[in-house]
T-cell receptor, first 112, second 112 residues
Framework: AQSVAQPEDQVNVAEGNPLTVKCTYS??????LFWYVQYPNRGLQFLLK??????LVKGSYGFEAEFNKSQTSFHLKKPSALVSDSALYFC??????????FGTGTRLQVFP | DGGITQSPKYLFRKEGQNVTLSCEQN?????MYWYRQDPGQGLRLIYY???????QKGDIAEGYSVSREKKESFPLTVTSAQKNPTAFYLC???????????FGPGTRLTVT
């Protein structure tokens, strides 16, 4: 079955430390990969995407993600976390040009 | 959230009543989507439309209906057939299905 997994419900990190939010996928064909962020009681905001090309993608607010085809992963990273980065993060995959799956979300908590 | 309007922000209905959620966009995007968000389950796709006067069922379309008579508008009706309608509903748009999505602020529906 086609799927997207965010294996951690919550990630805790101290402000100033690097952060990683994990995403792995299992879909047919070449996927289009996306990360979104959601603040409380708000809609999602687009952060970054991988379609093709360079495996390291840079996005909004200093976030980046690395596409790893062999490990079927697209982990979200930031070198230095801010308290304001605390939010819910979603990975999403489009495959076969017309199929879309969202992950279940990972709550990032950055402590001062 | 700019460019996508969802109204109202909070909606309360009695069980057995149909209710229509509004979604309007001024981004000139072709594709529009409706999602349902429940705690711990991420986003689930209800319906999507890639062009005016055409729409497709998503993963959880039962008990819902939509129309796409205008490019700017994609209203969602939650019918009395929906067994568990209380949820946070999100509308999104994109230039096309394979592009990043832009989300509205959401409508929180409570049915008692």
């Amino acid at each position: 079955a086609q799927s997207v997994a965010q294996p951690e419900d919550q990630v805790n990190v101290a402000e100033g430390n690097p952060l990683t939010v994990k995403c792995t996928y299992s879909v047919s064909g070449n996927p289009y990969l996306f990360w979104y962020v959601q603040y409380p009681n708000r809609g999602l905001q687009f952060l970054l995407k991988y379609i093709t090309g360079d495996n390291l993608v840079k996005g909004s607010y200093g976030f980046e993600a690395e596409f790893n085809k062999s490990q079927t992963s697209f982990h979200l990273k930031k070198p230095s976390a801010l308290v304001s980065d605390s939010a819910l993060y979603f990975c999403a995959v489009i495959y076969n040009t017309d199929k879309l799956i969202f992950g279940t979300g990972t709550r990032l908590q950055v402590f001062p | 959230d700019g460019g996508i309007t969802q109204s109202p922000k909070y909606l309360f209905r009695k069980e057995g009543q149909n209710v229509t959620l509004s979604c309007e966009q001024n981004l000139n995007h072709d594709a529009m989507y409706w999602y349902r968000q429940d705690p711990g389950q991420g986003l689930r796709l209800i319906y999507y439309s890639q062009i005016v006067n055409d729409f497709q069922k998503g993963d959880i379309a039962e008990g819902y209906s939509v129309s796409r008579e205008k490019k700017e508008s994609f209203p969602l009706t939650v019918t009395s057939a929906q067994k568990n309608p209380t949820a946070f509903y999100l509308c999104a748009t994109s230039q096309g299905f394979s592009y990043e999505q832009y989300f509205g602020p959401g409508t929180r529906l409570t049915v008692t």
